[in-house]
C-alpha cells in the first residue's frame, strides 16, 4: 500500500493532567503516516484524486490545538479518525510527542495505529 507523510507538524496546544499543563498552550509534535492508493492521482496528476494532506494537515492541527485533551492518547485517538474521515485513508499511523515533558528526554509520547474496519 502507498503512503502520505506528515513528518514534524508541530501544534501549540492545551494538553497535560497538571495545572501548570492545562493554563497554558505547550508544543506538540505531530506525524502520521496516511496509507492510501496513490496509483490514480499518479495517473491523472489531479488532486481530486488523492489524498490531499494539505487538508488533513489543516484539520489536525485545528483539532490538536483546540481540543484540550487530558492525555496524549485521546489526542492521537482523534487525530486518527480524522484521517480516517477521508474513506481513501485505508490505515494511519499517528504519533503524537511532547517535546520536554520529560527531563533528560528530547520528547515523550504516543503511536497508536487505526484503520476503515476498526
Not at 20 to 42: H, K, S
Not at 58 to 68: I, M, R, S, Y
Not at 82 to 104: M, W, Y
Request: include cysteine; aromatic fraction near 4%.
Amino acid at each position: 500500500m502507498d503512503k502520505v507523510i506528515i513528518c514534524n507538524l508541530v501544534a501549540r496546544g492545551i494538553i497535560g493532567i497538571n495545572d501548570w499543563e492545562r493554563e497554558n498552550p505547550q508544543e506538540i509534535l505531530i506525524n502520521i503516516v496516511l496509507y492510501t492508493d496513490l496509483g490514480p492521482a499518479g495517473h491523472s496528476d489531479n488532486i481530486e484524486d488523492t489524498v490531499n494532506y494539505r487538508t488533513i494537515s489543516k484539520k489536525v492541527l485545528n483539532h490538536a490545538e483546540n481540543a484540550k485533551r487530558l492525555t496524549v492518547e485521546a489526542l492521537a485517538a482523534d487525530l486518527a479518525r480524522i484521517c480516517l474521515e477521508d474513506r481513501r485513508v485505508k490505515l494511519v499511523n499517528v504519533r503524537v510527542e511532547k517535546p520536554g515533558a520529560v527531563r533528560f528526554a528530547h520528547s515523550v509520547g504516543e503511536e497508536i495505529e487505526r484503520s476503515q474496519a476498526a
